[in-house]
């Protein structure tokens, strides 16, 4: 068992740097998939809550969109970032 440490403690001081730069692309990822979510989802809730127009054109078009954006919601509610 104690081998077994001593590999780790081995491989971690070996490939630091190999962890770090990992744990700098994992940040990075992250941040930008969190930030792309914010804006996505900024704009589905400020269009979802559009009042409805006097035109039927206009409402027949937030109609789609809408469509469009709960199949979005649907399929990537829940899905891990």
Known sequence: MVDFFKEVVNIVVNYKGYFLQGIGFTMLIALTGTIIGL??????GIVRT???SKSPVVNALMKLVNVIISIYVEIFRGTPM
């Open 50 to 52: 559009i009042p409805k």
């Open 39 to 44: 804006v996505i989802g900024l704009i589905t």
